[in-house]
């Protein structure tokens, strides 16, 4: 075995230390929020705080940096994927030594409370009994910036975290492109004299029998249910990896669409961490590519294929069968046209494929003035109404599930996560476009239930590659273009032109 | 703050990393065993082979060894239980300095896959797809009670893992008192006129209601719901600790006794953590004692309370409110007579109370001559059959679940826990005849579903001093006498004398 070969393995090897103790976290994160009992908060942020500070020391330990700078100085005989790996875990590595050990341990453990107080302040509707918590959170926040460094704006160093290379200048200009085109088309769509009949949706839909048709869909496009989990918790997520997936929604009896789509969201993250590569695990090659990338999969399967018509020709037979009295007189084209329905509406979570990016807009620009100092914590219920207002056409009732504490976010201090959600749909639209011309018959094999080749092409356009290549090297080598815009405003226009006969 | 106070303070905050590390496992174990999907094995064999390094690396750190050193030398101005902390942390030091740290994590590899191969096998009743597992953990921990060092006999360095100071020869002469009490007692029984009804209880007892009335049991006696939870695994267990403490139970329909004595039985171990005191947490004056005082805990509650007259006398109106078909015709007498049925039987965790010590001490003599090396794994099918013929006159049907695979310890590598078990039967017994004598009316007091004077005896004679005295200097200060195996004996013909009228 060459040199480089061998210090290639003692990288990988400690690279892979902190890899999986970040994985341990994530199954105390998930305990924590499905399983774990009140009084159980202490004790949790204690295991947390250790295991932030001792991942970090794994991730910054010196013998990884000297490793980095010998492979980077003599790199001969390293394949391209073995380089690929060298510069991500460079990356991680940069971004992480730029933290010291006490400020992550402190940030974790402030993360940690933070997260109780606000399940009961969103639950008491109550800003007040969140925002020291929240204050603290963003002066963190603030400080990783300033560690992290930036050129432009503060909010750099956190957009960066989650979508590598983004920025607040980035995000500002496609979404002035998605504006352009979607107001208007919102617009039309709201004066159509299409109308769905929401009132099919507000019947009575058992939990049980909800969480029976979600694990019929989860099957069959793909989530192998020996390797992963379907549960409950406040705030739907996915968390684990290969060979243990976990994704959570809630149930709302009187509004099944809610958990349903939740669910084929949460399983389009699964189905990516399913089929990253068995041989990069514990690797930057076995992860993700960004977070705008993941929302691009989970995106893709909620919206342009389980919102599609396609889709609902094969299920909704099997969703009349478990559903026979609250679908009596209901036409497929009905059942369509109501989980299309546009409106304007409070809860994010909760909104349609149309209105969804204006709700992102929002927290985007909120947590950009926020972190810019140009917005107080204080004013943040009053510029989030106002906002909600401008964009929406509508106030909270409350500053609970309606108003600003309705997001996780923020509790966990996810300060540059929510422009990924809707570079997810950019990034989905792009690709779906590509898909949709090399899989014949796509259409008619949704309508079949087959969802084999759709899983596929994902899988070899982006699963497989991990962190391998940039977003625009990716999306060039998939669809033959950096990312643009017009495919996914594109589709929204065609899509909901045809529902609403624009 | 005086220099030994300082010291004290950095021995103590280097233990608790190691601690909390510990508790993390334990999540992780439980996840394991209650949560995790199958597929999910290979991953978390990684996250627990990190974790165990390094929790060891923590624990046995040279600076531990420092301070123990410098404290030991200037101990002025240290309390009684500073001393006794410092005690404590050094016997952890010591036992965990033995074990290599490569050997640790392959030890805790070895263990995590053969817990999987177990539950496989043991469905199967299939011994020989475990056997290759079980020798190497066997080898394994004779290599590890060679690190560990002992006088005697290997097995004895593996006992005091779990009861400090333990040895096969002490268990040898405890097992031969209770053995020459116990066998004409239960011949006596067994030709008693007197006979159980059995046929009460399999009756068909669905699992939901069963955990609701398990669930009322625990609050009664104490368990803080708030601050823990109740599951299914295969094997009942309970982890955890003060704030989030959870236990374990399986359902059988048609023996709820199972289920119902299982739940009381971790409940009594739950309470003992629950009440350790707030002030010590995660340092040994916040652990408890040994297994065996543990198990003194749950066998009290199980069997000494949960079996006894004046408990049922309580609860039995409750019973029959959640079991009214089931209970028809069916006096609290009979009831009683049934759930202290004494019989011959395959299932260590289904034995009854006059059975159970002759389980233990099967095991016991098999664990010690498989370390000592006069039986060898293969042969484990045919000692373990010709001893169950010998000590309780039956052989088992298969290899599985009635048979040597039934339980999880030694897919665990926990060799040396079972006497702690017994051993348990008999602190508890000597805890239950002081206990008698200083609460005032205490059978009074169960009839009336009144439990809180015994937490509180319980507490303040056991709980709360955690590992700061050994198990015979904790009993002098409680009950005025070291471990007397009379006490135990002597309850067990008091009780069944009076049920079986002998």
Redesign the interface.
């Known amino acids: 075995m060459s040199d480089s070969h061998k210090l290639y393995d003692e990288l990988v090897s400690k690279y892979k ?1 902190y890899s ?2 970040s ?2 976290q994530g ?2 994160h998930w ?1 924590m929020q499905v ?10 942020a ?2 947390l705080a ?2 932030a500070g ?1 991942s970090h020391e794994k991730l910054t330990a010196g013998r990884i940096g000297e490793l980095i700078d010998k492979l980077n100085n003599s790199p001969n005989g390293l394949s391209e994927a073995h380089r690929a790996n060298i510069r991500e875990i460079a990356r991680d590595y940069q971004l992480a030594t730029k933290l010291p050990k006490e400020f992550v341990e402190e940030f974790s453990r402030v993360k940690t409370l933070a997260h109780e107080i606000w399940a009961e302040a969103r639950t008491k509707a109550d800003f007040g009994h969140f925002a020291p918590h929240l204050e603290k959170l963003v002066a963190l926040s603030k400080q990783a910036a300033n560690y992290y460094g930036y050129k432009d704006h503060p909010y750099d160093a956190l957009i960066d975290q989650f979508e590598p290379g983004g920025t607040a200048k980035m995000f500002t200009k496609l979404f002035d492109e998605v504006k352009a085109a979607n107001i208007p088309l919102l617009n039309k769509i709201l004066h159509s004299s299409v109308k769905a009949n929401r009132s099919i949706l507000n019947r009575d839909y058992p939990a049980d029998l909800q969480k029976k048709f979600g694990e019929q869909v989860m099957t069959q496009v793909g989530f ?6 379907l549960d409950v918790s406040v705030h739907p997520f996915c968390s ?5 997936i976990r994704i959570t929604t809630r149930y709302n009896e009187q509004a099944p669409q809610q958990a349903l789509f939740g669910v084929i969201h949460e399983t389009g993250h699964a189905l990516y961490e399913q089929e990253v590569s068995g041989d990069y695990l ?1 690797t930057p090659l076995g992860e993700a590519l960004s977070m705008g990338m993941h929302e691009s999969q989970s995106r893709m399967w909620e919206n342009f294929i389980g919102r599609g018509k396609p889709f609902w020709k094969h299920f909704y037979a099997k969703w009349q069968a478990i559903f026979p009295q609250q679908t009596r007189g209901v036409s497929m084209e009905d059942f369509l046209l109501a989980i299309n329905h546009v409106e304007r509406s409070f809860v994010r979570v909760e909104a349609d494929e149309m209105t969804y990016d204006l709700h992102i807009i929002l927290r985007f620009e909120i947590e950009r003035d926020l972190i810019g100092g140009q917005v107080s914590v204080n004013d943040l219920p009053t510029v989030w109404n106002k906002k909600m207002q401008d964009y929406l056409g509508i106030t909270p009732p409350n500053n609970g599930k309606e108003g600003v504490l309705q997001d996780v976010h923020w509790s966990e201090a996810y300060f540059g996560y929510f422009p990924s959600y809707s570079l997810g749909n950019m990034i989905a639209g792009q690709l779906w476009n590509t898909m949709r011309n090399e899989i014949a018959g796509i259409d008619a094999k949704i309508e079949n239930g087959q969802f084999s080749e759709i899983l596929n092409w994902l899988r070899e356009k982006v699963h497989l590659h991990g962190r391998r290549f940039g977003r625009d090297e990716l999306l060039t080598k998939a669809t033959g273009s950096a990312l643009d815009t017009q495919h996914y405003t594109g589709y929204l226009s065609h899509k909901f032109g045809e529902l609403y006969q624009l």
Chains 1, 2 share one sequence.
């Open positions: 230390e999986v103790l994985t341990v199954v105390l305990d399983i774990m009992p009140p009084e159980g908060a202490g004790r949790r204690e295991q250790i295991l001792l192998n249910t020996k390797a992963g989990r684990g990896g290969k060979g243990d514990f």
